[in-house]
């Protein structure tokens, strides 16, 4: 029997055309031409023996198996360019001590450090998972190499920051629409947050905390009552509160667990709520290869997971 193998050039190239959704864009981004591209994903189909791309409009979809095999092209990839890393690195040894708040902590942490440490052995990492505040403050005490914290307008800028992403800041609501069955909800919908005679009710972090001046400064703008029926310092806390009907949260949508969902805000009333910014600040302006490497797989980490390329 005859095996097919696989060129990961050419899966790449069609995994960068579908993240991109021009496999024009796709060949200048690699350094080739479209033509060169196109011929590459001819092979791909020959290989697969399906058609792997089909017209949508002016555009291209993927078919069923095109589907399948993007998922298979991202694991290959992603082992090959593990394998490359580990090959850089193999001597890379030191120490890199992280911070993360706990919703970058809970979606980053576990696939970021399992590929770190596959790749270099010999560094050992400590993370910390903690509020804004306190990780600015461990760096600049020098007791951070590296941190991921969300920032809001006003805040003082990070030395040796680096802007990741923007975000809007989302009302969080119960994925279980049961959850909704609540005097609060009912009144929302019945009269709109203005005019209910129910405040609206607010699961959110304990003070200090900016998001929530956030949250509470749009609605006392927009003329909303509103009242916390839940805080603790704990996410997962906040998540399940949430979940139960208690109120609702707003957080960016960042790792939201399956038990909550983002918030359709049509025809409810509900204002909307500003953007936040994620920044990834390094305690040294250079900073040692184990740190940098990290910072790398983070920023990676980061923008699959909101789909940035």
């Given at each position: 029997m005859t095996h097919v193998l696989f060129d990961l050039d050419v899966l790449r190239s069609f995994s960068t055309g579908v993240a991109l959704g021009s496999y024009a864009r796709a060949a200048d981004k690699l350094g080739r031409s479209t033509s060169a591209v196109s011929a590459q994903l001819k092979k791909l189909e020959s290989q697969a023996g399906t058609p792997l791309l089909r017209?949508?409009?002016?555009?291209?979809?993927?078919?069923?198996?095109?589907?399948?095999?993007?998922?298979?092209?991202?694991?290959?990839?992603?082992?090959?360019?593990?394998?490359?890393?580990?090959?850089?690195?193999?001597?890379?040894?030191?120490?890199v001590r992280l911070g993360l708040q706990e919703d970058l902590g809970e979606s980053l942490l576990p696939g970021v450090l399992g590929r770190f440490a596959r790749a270099h052995p010999r560094v050992r990492v400590e993370a910390c998972v903690a509020r804004s505040a306190e990780l600015r403050e461990r760096l600049a005490l020098g007791q951070l190499d590296l941190a991921l914290t969300w920032e809001v307008a006003g805040s003082a800028p990070l030395d040796h920051a680096e802007h990741l992403i923007r975000l809007p800041i989302q009302w969080i609501a119960p994925a279980a629409p049961a959850a909704l069955d609540t005097t609060w909800w009912t009144e929302l919908q019945r009269a709109g947050p203005r005019k209910?005679?129910?405040?609206?009710?607010?699961?959110?972090?304990?003070?200090?905390?900016?998001?929530?001046?956030?949250?509470?400064?749009?609605?006392?703008?927009?003329?909303?009552?509103?009242?916390?029926?839940?805080?603790?310092?704990?996410?997962?806390?906040?998540?399940?509160?949430?979940?139960?009907?208690?109120?609702?949260?707003?957080r960016p949508a960042f790792g939201l667990p399956p038990h909550?969902?983002?918030?359709?805000?049509?025809?409810?009333?509900?204002?909307a709520l500003p953007q936040i910014a994620l920044s990834m600040a390094r305690a040294q302006a250079e900073p040692e290869a184990p740190v940098a490497r990290l910072a790398d797989l983070m920023r990676e980490a980061v923008r699959e997971n909101v789909g940035v390329h």
């Open positions: 017209k949508a409009g002016r555009g291209l979809e993927l078919t069923d198996a095109g589907q399948t095999l993007l998922a298979y092209a991202h694991r290959l990839l992603e082992i090959n360019d593990e394998a490359a890393a580990a090959m850089r690195g193999a001597d890379l040894e030191g120490w209910s005679r129910e405040p609206l009710p607010l699961v959110m972090v304990d003070a200090p905390c900016p998001l929530r001046e956030i949250v509470t400064t749009v609605l006392d703008r927009a003329g909303i009552p509103w009242r916390h029926v839940f805080t603790s310092a704990s996410l997962a806390a906040l998540w399940a509160a949430t979940s139960a009907g208690l109120g609702l949260s707003a909550v969902r983002v918030l359709d805000r049509t025809g409810t009333g509900l204002p």
